[in-house]
């Protein structure tokens, strides 16, 4: 009966099924290529989207549909090209016929509108997607028939049917902020990967060392407290008794203003304002921290060692800018600032935290071993930091430029690797 029909007739036929063959091809790598997460996004919005999603949802019908399509048209191009083939050329045409339909099923039907369709995956799924949906509806038994079939093969295989999870680890999605170049700008970028990085910073990392801490001794003399009230910067002070392993409360400024302002203020009033200390043990993660300052309405606390002795203090905005970096210009601050000296040295104080000088300057200093540049050289010699003593850690040279009477390092000239890792 095909022997009847025209041969241009089949030829045209033969034409329109490689286009159908390259439909359903471009198809299948349009729609594996999906990015799930804007593929989310977009169904909300758009009905291809959502169409693709459902799809989705069941692969293995999916990619039953397009198999069974694709399978059914290549094999019936095959049958017409063989026949169109003889009729030209006799038997000898069998060979030839091969050769044409393996030549234009590879470059029309596959590679072309499968590297297509992987350039363009959101313009060929979601027009597919339409296609595809009342096509699978008329297909369903067809398609239905041969995954029982197929996995009930796998099961005498002895092949476990899981479906992979599609949530993805820190390091994967750290991996898809920083290759995703829809987020924009870098500063951005920036902020998700230290949002992420919060489980894998300690409370002790961040802190204002004990030896920094400033408060307010509730035995001194009044007249003393009350300038020092006066001329602070701070807006939470710890008050204690003596020393600061003695802390009776937290005094918040704004709560005495009015009352330093008429001095109308005593230390038995002060004493009555303080809020009741919070405490918060060193090792925890700033993830975990941030969640419970919010639980608690906190701002700030008082952080202690597992023995419970006060190591140190921590704010939310120690927090927060390990998030978003340095937004503040507080007077405290200022004694902190890096001041660069030639191309390649910088002079900072010694108690400048590790992590805020990697971070400012993005160096890569060790944070295991201490918090402060001061504790990181201490640690390194393993004796009392004397001036003009010099060290290498890590490729950074560093040389002691002031210590105090106490043997502390002050400040320090610090000359990084010329391509510090």
Known sequence: ???????????????????????????????????????KNDAKQRKGAYLAKKLLEKPDRLIGLILIGNNFINIAATALTTIVAIKIAGDKG???????????????????????????????????????????????????TTNLMTNGLLRLLGVPKNIASEALSREELKTLVIENDLINPDVHQKMMINVMNLDHINIEDVMVPRNEVQGININDDWDLIEKQLVNTYLTRLPVYVDNIDQVIGILHIRTILTMLKNQNLDVNKLKRILRKPYFVPETASLSAQLREFQKKERRMGLVVDEYGDLVGLVTLDDILEEIVGKFTSEPGDRGLKIIKQGDNQYVVKGRIAVRSLNRRLQWTLPTEEATTINGLITEHIQDLPTKDLGVNIDGYHMTILETTEDNIISRVLIEPPANPA
Do not use: C
């Open 1 to 39: 009966m095909l022997d009847q029909i025209p041969t241009s007739y089949l030829v045209i036929t033969i034409g329109v099924l490689l286009l159908l063959s390259a439909f359903f091809s471009s198809s299948e790598t349009a729609l594996m290529a999906l990015n799930r997460i804007k593929l």
């Open 94 to 144: 069998v060979a030839y016929g091969t050769a044409f339909l393996t030549f234009a099923i590879l470059i029309f039907s596959e590679v072309t509108p499968k590297t297509y369709a992987a350039l363009h995956p959101e313009k060929i799924g979601y027009t597919a997607a339409f296609i595809l949906t009342p096509l699978l509806k008329v297909l369903y038994p067809v398609v239905w």
